[in-house]
């Protein structure tokens, strides 16, 4: 496993690099780490919480739903990070900075990514007037992993797809 990883972070290496570049520009970091930080989970926590306050009982059952598909995604995304034990891009090569701390040692898949698209996936089909700040929410944090050297661009597509998978459950069972 670690051997087909380790090809897959050489043939990653340039575009992670061109990237991670842009986090040497403070206003490009703020940007980045900001919408990284919002990813780590207070901003789904939040609209959890909201969901039912603004559109009442009708948003119960998506909410808890959410919940649900993320107690779910959690448990699949820390599985396959203790699987394939894949070292973030800042420690596996000198030429990727570090922009943001880290939540863990390991890259693969993207948790931020998988919640960030599992969320607003159904956030969205609940309430379609949530994408115009979801949709651009979701794909910077997802973008912030890679400029900020903490994820590969494969990390993040497999959290992606990951994150619509559950959103999409997450839909059919709410």
Avoid at 58 to 69: D, E, K
Avoid at 101 to 109: C, G, V, W
Avoid at 165 to 173: Q, S, T
Wanted: hydrophobic share 55%.
């Amino acid at each position: 496993m670690q051997g087909l990883m380790a090809r897959f972070d050489v043939a990653e290496y340039r575009l992670c690099r061109r990237l991670n570049r842009g986090a040497a520009r403070w206003p490009v970091r703020a940007l980045f780490a900001g919408a990284s930080r919002l990813g780590d989970g207070v901003v789904w926590y939040a609209l959890l919480l909201a969901l039912p306050w603004m559109y009442g009982v009708s948003a119960v059952r998506p909410a808890l739903a959410m919940a649900v598909s993320a107690l779910a995604g959690l448990l699949l995304y820390k599985w396959l990070k203790r699987t394939f034990v894949r070292e973030r891009p800042f420690i596996r090569h000198p030429g990727i900075s570090l922009a943001a701390a880290p939540l863990d040692r390991y890259s693969f898949p993207s948790g931020h990514t998988l919640h960030a698209v599992s969320f607003t996936w159904q956030a969205v089909a609940f309430a379609p007037e949530l994408g115009f700040v979801l949709l651009p929410l979701a794909a910077l944090i997802a973008a912030s992993r890679v400029v900020l050297g903490l994820h590969y661009p494969t990390d993040v597509l497999v959290g992606a797809a990951l994150g619509a998978g559950f959103g999409a459950l997450g839909v059919a069972i709410a």
